[in-house]
Nanobody, 121 residues
Framework: VQLQASGGGLVQAGDSLRLSCAAS????????MGWFRQAPGKEREFVVA????????YYADSVKGRFTISRDNAKNTVYLQMNSLKPEDTAIYYCAADRRWPPLLDGMDYWGQGTLVTVSS
C-alpha cells in the first residue's frame, strides 16, 4: 500500500488542523491505520491508530481528548482532526499502515512521506 499524507501547515496555538492520508490500492480496509510524529531533535512517537473497521481506536495520552482519527474505507482515506493544538505538537506527521491489531506503538510496516505541522505560541 502507498500512502500520501497532506494537510499540514502553520497554525497558532489553540487552532485546529485536519490531516488526510490517501492510500492506494483496493485493500485499504484490510489495514490498520495510524499516525506517528517526529518533532525536531526527538524520536518518532506514536500518536493514534484505528482498526480496520474503525470501531477500535488507540490514542497516545498526549493527544487524547484533542485529536480524533477517522477513516473512510470507501475513499481509501484516514483523517486526523487535531484541535487545541499546542506548540509541543509541532512535528512531521506520518501516516502508516499495518495488518496487526493491537497496533505496534514502535512502528508499522508501511509509511507515507510525512506532512509538517508547525504550531506557534
Amino acid at each position: 500500500v502507498q500512502l500520501q499524507a497532506s494537510g499540514g501547515g502553520l497554525v497558532q496555538a489553540g487552532d485546529s488542523l485536519r490531516l488526510s492520508c490517501a492510500a492506494s490500492g483496493r485493500t485499504f480496509s484490510s489495514y490498520v491505520m495510524g499516525w506517528f510524529r517526529q518533532a525536531p531533535g526527538k524520536e518518532r512517537e506514536f500518536v493514534v491508530a484505528i482498526s480496520r473497521s474503525g470501531k477500535s481506536i488507540y490514542y497516545a495520552d498526549s493527544v487524547k481528548g484533542r485529536f480524533t482519527i477517522s477513516r473512510d474505507n470507501a475513499k481509501n482515506t484516514v483523517y486526523l482532526q487535531m484541535n487545541s493544538l499546542k506548540p509541543e505538537d509541532t512535528a512531521i506527521y506520518y501516516c502508516a499502515a499495518d495488518r496487526r491489531w493491537p497496533p505496534l506503538l514502535d512502528g508499522m510496516d508501511y509509511w507515507g512521506q510525512g506532512t509538517l505541522v508547525t504550531v506557534s505560541s
